[in-house]
């Protein structure tokens, strides 16, 4: 076989590890958060509390984030294939089961092991990155990585499918209803399994075979890792947060359906994932570091005007009297284009950040990527928390935002900092080749 030959089966067998991968890491995503959508449903059968409902949707997030790192070794060090196909094998059991949960604690316990499926994020980004060559890698993980788009799978069809099926049973054990989701979803996570086993390369790519595991940890004392990984937090963090907590906010504070709720939040959501090949392919031309520019401007615009609250300035006159100034509210379709916005910025961003990853981290991506991953994943577990403190001690629905704009301040002034240190470097002539990873290789920021 000739080169040229070679070189186009090496690119058929990278297309096969980018298309299924992203397809499973889509069901896995879509199982993962599925208890978002689910909550009102499942509180009303269970009789649960907002606050005990909160820990089953909290600790499957939890658990689909703190294996990322070792999940991202593993398979640099045994290859993505198989790491792909038991993550999607084994989600399926709890997934299954949790359709025939009858207590808060096995619901509880089932969410956690649901939550395994969140892993598979860097499995399958250090699985990509090992088949991409260097000039694709930012399109190949952005693509993989819109595979985010599975949050919004159970909030678009959810609603419609339990409304559909509630009362009947399918083939004498099956209940409708709520607990319909789960079954579905666990006959897709087996059936992608098989498709994964089988429809993608046995000679996998193992970068990390044979590493020590001290090599493999190294690039983690970089200052840098944990740099993109507080970006991460801002971009995918805080996104997974907010589709978990956008569709009660949209009830409560606009006096929506769940149905209606769903919608508006897949709005946000959509961007949030599909435009990550696009922030892969514009970091793939103009450089990382841009994207990240772009993405952090529109995120402070967004949340900057998200996070005023609504109301009036009263005056009260010298007779006693007071009058209404500057009423502002913002309804429900401005509210929804910001959020469109924002998650733009972010489906940009969370590309931006894993295309420095293998430019800066050659042959180290499972291990950074999966510290960036796990500190991106357990955001989405403590931001909740704050954005309801937040709402707690200010008395406004919209901290949620304030806490975003300060979170993707810091991150933004943080990156600016790095870049005029090594303009005064480096300067004159650095401002062209900041893309460049060797410039920045002495001195870790």
Request: net charge negative; glycine share 4%; proline share 4%.
């Given at each position: 076989m000739s080169s040229t030959e070679l070189d186009k089966a090496e690119l058929r067998a990278a297309n096969r590890v980018m298309w299924?991968?992203?397809i499973g890491f889509t069901i896995m995503f879509a199982a993962w958060l599925m208890f978002g959508i689910l909550g009102v449903k499942i509180q009303e059968e269970l009789g649960l509390s907002k606050v005990e409902f909160s820990w089953i949707a909290a600790v499957a997030i939890l658990n689909g984030s703190l294996w990322r790192l070792p999940a991202g070794m593993i398979t640099d060090r045994i290859g993505g294939r198989k790491v792909m196909t038991y993550l999607l094998a084994s989600s399926a059991i709890p997934a299954y089961f949790v359709s025939q949960a009858e207590s808060y604690t096995?619901?509880?316990?089932?969410?956690?092991?649901v939550g395994f499926a969140g892993n598979s994020f860097t499995a399958g980004t250090a699985w990509n990155a090992a088949w991409q060559p260097r000039e694709r890698q930012g399109f190949a993980l952005g693509l993989f990585g819109a595979g985010n788009v599975g949050a919004s799978v159970t909030k678009l069809i959810g609603p419609g499918i339990i409304g559909a099926t509630t009362g009947s049973v399918?083939?004498?054990?099956?209940?409708g209803g709520w607990r319909f989701i789960p079954v579905l979803y666990a006959v897709l996570l087996v059936l992608m399994a098989l498709v994964t086993w089988f429809g993608t390369p046995s000679q996998d790519k193992m970068p990390g075979h044979g590493t020590p595991l001290k090599v493999q940890l190294a690039p983690l004392g970089t200052i840098r890792a944990w740099r993109f990984s507080l970006y991460y937090v801002a971009v995918f963090g805080a996104y997974v947060a907010l589709?978990?907590?956008?569709?009660?906010?949209?009830?409560?504070?606009?006096?929506?359906?769940?149905?209606?709720?769903g919608f508006l939040t897949a709005v946000f959501i959509f961007p949030a994932s599909l435009l990550r090949p696009l922030g892969g392919w514009l970091a793939d031309r103009w450089g990382a570091r841009r994207v990240m520019y772009l993405s952090f401007g529109l995120m402070l615009l967004a949340s900057g005007v998200l996070m005023m609250p609504d109301g009036y300035i009263v005056i009260t006159h010298p007779d006693g009297s007071t009058t209404e100034h500057l009423r502002y509210a913002m309804g429900v379709v401005?509210?929804?284009?910001?959020?469109?916005?924002?998650?733009?910025?972010m489906g940009i961003g969370k590309a931006g950040v894993y295309k420095h990853i293998p430019e800066y981290f050659p042959g180290r991506v499972g291990s950074v990527g999966g510290l960036v991953g796990m500190l991106g994943g357990l955001g989405g577990f403590f931001l909740p928390p704050m954005f309801a403190y937040a709402e707690l001690w200010s008395g406004f629905p919209t901290a949620t935002f304030f806490v975003m704009f300060l979170l993707t301040l810091v991150c933004a002034v943080w990156m600016h900092i790095v870049v005029l240190r090594l303009l005064r470097e480096h300067a004159p002539g650095v401002s062209g080749k900041l893309e460049d990873p060797r410039l920045t290789q002495p001195a870790p920021a």
């Open positions: 299924i991968s992203t096995m619901l509880l316990i089932l969410a956690f092991l399918y083939l004498g054990f099956i209940d589709s978990s907590v956008l569709p009660t906010y949209y009830v409560t504070n606009f006096d929506v359906s769940l149905a209606t709720a401005p509210f929804t284009i910001l959020l469109f916005l924002l998650g733009s910025a």
